[in-house]
């Protein structure tokens, strides 16, 4: 129902229009909200949070690859991530042209293969390979600007391609290790992209745009990561969290276990006493000195500067020796 105004309310609104204070012929402003529309054939799988890691992994990955590109082409580049999007595959198979070329990767996850059939999908831009290919066989690199639409890369420029590309798939894995242990290794290289159909064409996909930027070509690469490989990556990472938080006792005696390990420095005070630096500037080699305290009567024995134990005093074979028989009281050592 729509409001009613009071007397009062309608006299302000009337003196507000004479005087210029309201303009009559402005349109209402739309006080509803705006929604963003949520595609219900094609749901998101991923939260924001997943895809907040994934894009920390990868900008964990680009850092990797940068170093390496650089010194395997001796020249600088700027290597990072662009977008990570969820999209389903037909959105990036549509956008491929016919002269990309895919490059196939495997998954061992704990050295389980966890996508024998949904690889990894990764393609670089033909400008930013060509560019690599020939500042890999010692030029300055070529300008995209002068590579044609739909270049088909010959024998050669696919064993270079596959070279380059084995050479940043070997520590994409190593981006990882945080979360999980994870290993990706080279399948083949696929130069007509039409042929890859092993993921469905509407099954989600996670497409990670990593830009590589030299100084006389850039371009992207572009890895897609499929849905399902995702899922059981994100599963096992959240079985193995759980596991850890339950598993208190097993992990305390992991660390025990390296306590034992450790060396400390154990001192047994043998007894106390005072000399002036007189009796001791006049000390020389074979003088003894007395220290108040029997042989038959206890020692400690001290770890850190706490005494931790008392001994006896003993000979073991030649040498002078410590005999532990009891341990310190907790209120002894707060008091020492």
């Not at 389903?88 to 704990?110: C, I, P």
């Not at 290794?185 to 890859?196: A, D």
């Not at 759980?242 to 660390?255: H, K, L, M, P, V």
Request: proline content about 3%; charged content about 25%; aromatic content about 8%.
């Amino acid at each position: 129902m729509a409001e009613v105004l009071s007397q009062s309310q309608i006299d302000a609104l009337l003196q507000a229009a004479q005087s210029g204070g309201v303009d009559l012929n402005q349109p209402e402003q739309s006080t509803e909200k705006k929604y963003r529309k949520y595609d219900f054939y094609s749901p998101r799988k991923f939260t924001k949070d997943r895809m907040k890691m994934i894009r920390g992994i990868f900008e964990n990955y680009t850092r990797i690859i940068n170093s390496r590109i650089n010194g395997l082409l001796h020249t600088t580049s700027e290597v990072s991530v662009e977008l990570v999007e969820e999209q389903r595959y037909y959105e990036f198979s549509n956008a491929l042209s016919d002269g990309d070329v895919l490059t196939l990767a495997d998954v061992n996850v704990q050295g389980v293969r966890a996508t024998e059939d949904t690889p990894v999908l990764i393609q670089l831009n033909t400008g930013v390979a060509l560019n690599m290919m020939d500042r890999l066989m010692g030029g300055e690199g070529e300008s995209t600007s002068n590579v044609p639409v739909g270049y088909t890369f010959t024998d050669l420029e696919l064993k270079l391609y596959e070279d380059i590309v084995k050479d940043l798939i070997s520590v994409m894995g190593g981006s990882w290790e945080n979360y999980i242990d994870m290993d990706f290794s080279f399948r083949k290289v696929e130069p007509n992209p039409t042929l890859v159909q092993l993921i469905g064409l509407d099954e989600t996909v996670v497409i990670v745009g990593v830009s590589i930027k030299f100084d006389n070509a850039s371009g992207n690469m572009n890895i897609c990561l499929p849905g399902m490989m995702l899922t059981g990556i994100f599963a096992k990472i959240m079985s193995m969290n759980q596991a850890g938080r339950g598993s208190g006792e097993d992990n305390s005696e992991e660390i025990l276990d390296i306590l034992r390990d450790s060396q400390l420095e154990i001192t047994a005070e043998l007894g106390r006493t005072q000399l002036t630096l007189q009796d001791i500037y006049t000390l020389n080699v074979g003088d003894v000195v007395d220290l108040g305290h029997s042989t038959k009567e206890p020692v400690n024995l001290y770890i850190g500067g706490q005494p931790w134990f008392i001994g006896k005093l003993g000979t073991q074979g030649d040498n002078m020796a410590v005999k532990i028989w009891g341990s310190c009281h907790a209120q002894a050592r707060e008091e020492e």
